[in-house]
């Protein structure tokens, strides 16, 4: 009897741990799957180490699991940075109406390319003004380096040598990267808001 019953025993554990690795394949299957953008297959993105406006250390770690949209400007930029930072805020508040629960999974990425001049209570200041969840990263040279390089971002200050009001020549893109870290889509300072809450609409799941 206590061998029928063991036998028995051991066939149900058995039976029940085929059904649960059945079950984790089918889910895997037919998880939803965000499309492939424009931005497939390239190599932007990668391990950062930055510091946020509140002076906290934050890496691409805290962001896994979540969509980012990501820009790369600085504070001290006359036109297009804070331009594209409202166009990039407008953006999300647009899919925060339309879908709140799919726009919960989208972090806004304020990067600076300008670390001399933009400390975390200058950061501050600056994202708070266009949209609450906008998260400011800076850092030192090296890090803000490290980081333009991953994203293959181009940033280079414009004027004379030593000037305290230098402009930067940089790369003005909004990227949409996944919650694996990969790059989905971009959109450039042509770009409007409504092309990219439609990129959240589209990719976002």
Not at 99 to 123: I, S
Request: hydrophobic share 45%.
């Amino acid at each position: 009897m206590n061998r029928r019953r063991l036998s028995f025993q051991t066939a149900a554990i058995a039976l029940a741990l085929l059904c649960a690795v059945g079950a984790l394949v089918l889910w895997a299957v037919q998880a939803p799957r965000a499309p492939a953008g424009p931005l497939a297959g390239a190599q932007i993105g990668g391990p950062f180490t930055l510091v946020d406006q509140d002076g906290r250390t934050v890496t691409e770690k805290d962001f896994a699991g979540r969509y980012m949209l990501v820009y790369f400007g600085y504070t001290f930029c006359p036109d297009v940075c804070p331009l594209d930072a409202q166009k990039l805020a407008t953006a999300l508040r647009t899919f925060e109406k339309q879908d709140p629960a799919r726009a919960a999974k989208v972090v806004p990425v304020f990067v600076t390319v300008d670390p001399e001049r933009d400390t975390t209570a200058v950061l501050k200041d600056f994202v708070t003004a266009f949209h609450p969840r906008l998260v400011g990263l800076g850092g030192s040279v090296a890090q803000v380096d490290a980081a333009k390089k991953a994203y293959r971002v181009y940033a280079k200050k414009a004027g004379p040598e030593g000037a305290a009001d230098y402009l930067i020549d940089h790369t003005a893109m909004i990227y949409l990267m996944g919650p694996d870290g990969a790059p989905i889509s971009f959109t450039d300072h042509t770009g409007t808001a409504d092309q990219i809450a439609a990129d959240l609409d589209k990719y976002v799941r």
